[in-house]
């Protein structure tokens, strides 16, 4: 037979129990937020770091990294890597507005579709005026400006990032600016 419990027992065995669950809760909650701002906004060698090997599925280069995919044209020894001049990083994305102002449908969905997961919010926009239906932008945002050039280069001034050329060279700031290379 179990022995009787008082009130007072009672009520400091719940909280006991309810103090206890609080702990673990707020310590899974701390733990896992702080495993996803390392694994997911790392830098470096990201796509050998997990062991996970890229691959060609016919269409797209593929990277797996952190239970993700992120998709490129050309792979990373396919792309120019050497005119690539700035210094943001993908915590300068990561949770707020970014902007992109390219005009080549295919530009811009590798940008988003590599950026978006960290990006606050992507938007199409305008650097400056346009004739296009689009907001307009100023560098005190963060932009993307994309324009086909025969010169592939990679610049920033303040908040924009200007590339120049052709679809390799934005996957190369891609896999500088994820650490894939």
Do not use: H
């Amino acid at each position: 037979m179990r022995r009787l419990k008082s009130p007072d027992e009672i009520e400091k065995s719940e909280k006991k129990k309810k103090l206890i669950v609080g702990i673990i809760l707020i310590a899974l909650l701390v733990f896992s937020t702080a495993g996803f701002a390392l694994n997911g906004l790392s830098e470096g060698n990201a796509g050998q770091e997990n062991g996970e090997e890229p691959y060609y599925d016919g269409q797209y280069w593929i990277y797996p990294f952190g239970g993700q995919n992120y998709y490129f044209t050309y792979s990373i020894g396919e792309t120019e890597m050497g005119d690539l001049n700035f210094t943001k990083s993908l915590s300068s994305y990561s949770g707020k507005n970014l902007y992109i102002d390219a005009e080549n449908s295919a530009v811009l969905t590798e940008l988003a579709n590599n950026l978006g997961r960290f990006a606050g919010r992507i938007q199409e926009a305008c650097y400056g005026e346009c004739e296009r239906d689009l907001p307009e932008k100023t560098c005190e945002e963060n932009m993307i400006i994309w324009r086909d050039s025969g010169m592939n280069k990679v610049t920033q001034n303040e908040n924009c990032i200007f590339i120049e050329g052709d679809l390799r060279i934005v996957d190369a700031f891609l896999y500088k600016v994820l650490g894939f290379n």
